[in-house]
C-alpha cells in the first residue's frame, strides 16, 4: 500500500514570496490533515478535511495561509506572502476516518526555509 | 484544553537496556492517546495507541505502553532497545468528545541509544 506522498520535499524561498505544498493521501482516506512542525516542538494541526469539506481550521492563520482539497482527494497549501517564522517542515497526514481513534498516517513532509 | 507533557527532552540508554519515555497528559474527558516516532528527514510513524480496555497496550517494533488514569500517564517502554530505536518520539492525545477532533502531540523526546 503506497504511503502518503508530498512534495516538494525541500524548499527555500525568501519573505515575501508565495510557496505551495502538494499532499496524496493514501487512497480511500476520507481524512487528510496539514500539519506545521518547527523545530524542536512537536506537529501543530493547521488544517483538517474531511472529503472536501473543512473540519477544523481553528489554527491556521488565514491571512497568509490557505489550503484546499477540491476533489476530496489531493491537497494543496499556500503561504501568501511567507514571513521568516514560517520556516518549519510542513507534514501532511490522512487517516480513514476522521475519528478519534483513527491513526494518522504521515508523509514525509516538506522542509520550508524563508530567508 | 487537552495537553500533552514530555517532561524529557533527550533519554540515553545502552543497547539492551529498557527504554522508557514518559508522557503525562491533560484532558477535560477522557483521552484517546498515541505514541508517534520520528526518523530523520522523515515523517511520522505510528506506533501504539490506546482507546479502551487493557491498561497495557502492545505496538509495533516491540513497543509497549501503559495507560495510567490516576497519574494522567502514558510512558512509553521496551524490555531491551537497540540502536535502531534511536530516533525522536512523541506522545499524542485526543480529548473525548473533543471539539475538532483535534490530536494534540507533546514536544517530543529524542532517544539516543549507545551500543
Known amino acids: 500500500e503506497a504511503g502518503v506522498a508530498q512534495s516538494p520535499r525541500y524548499k527555500i524561498i525568501e519573505k515575501r514570496q508565495s510557496v505551495a505544498f502538494w499532499c496524496n493521501p493514501i487512497?480511500?482516506?476520507?481524512?487528510l490533515y496539514w500539519y506545521q512542525q518547527i523545530l524542536g516542538q512537536g506537529p501543530k494541526l493547521l488544517i483538517q478535511?474531511?472529503?472536501?469539506?473543512?473540519?477544523?481550521d481553528s489554527q491556521l492563520p488565514k491571512d497568509r495561509f490557505s489550503a484546499e482539497r477540491l476533489k476530496g482527494v489531493d491537497s494543496t497549501l499556500k503561504i501568501q506572502p511567507a514571513k521568516l517564522e514560517d520556516s518549519a517542515v510542513y507534514l501532511c497526514?490522512?487517516?480513514?476516518?476522521?475519528?478519534?481513534?483513527?491513526?494518522?498516517?504521515f508523509g514525509p513532509g516538506t522542509r520550508l526555509t524563508v530567508l | 484544553a487537552q495537553s500533552v507533557a514530555q517532561p524529557e527532552d533527550q533519554v540515553n540508554v545502552a543497547e539492551g537496556n529498557p527504554l522508557t519515555v514518559k508522557c503525562t497528559y491533560s484532558?477535560?474527558?477522557?483521552?484517546?492517546l498515541f505514541w508517534y516516532v520520528q526518523y530523520p528527514n522523515r515523517g511520522l510513524q505510528f506506533l501504539l495507541k490506546y482507546i479502551t480496555g487493557d491498561n497495557l497496550v502492545k505496538g509495533s517494533y516491540g513497543f509497549e505502553a501503559e495507560f495510567n488514569k490516576s497519574q494522567t500517564s502514558f510512558h512509553l517502554k521496551k524490555p531491551s532497545a537497540l540502536v535502531s530505536d534511536s530516533a525522536l518520539y512523541f506522545c499524542?492525545?485526543?480529548?473525548?468528545?473533543?471539539?475538532?477532533?483535534?490530536?494534540?502531540f507533546g514536544g517530543g523526546t529524542r532517544v539516543l541509544v549507545k551500543p
Open positions: 487512497s480511500g482516506h476520507a481524512t
Open positions: 499524542a492525545v485526543r480529548d473525548i468528545p473533543a471539539a475538532g477532533n483535534k490530536l494534540t
Open positions: 497526514a490522512s487517516s480513514l476516518r476522521g475519528d478519534s481513534y483513527n491513526e494518522q498516517f
Open positions: 478535511f474531511q472529503n472536501n469539506g473543512v473540519v477544523d
Open positions: 484532558v477535560s474527558g477522557n483521552p484517546y
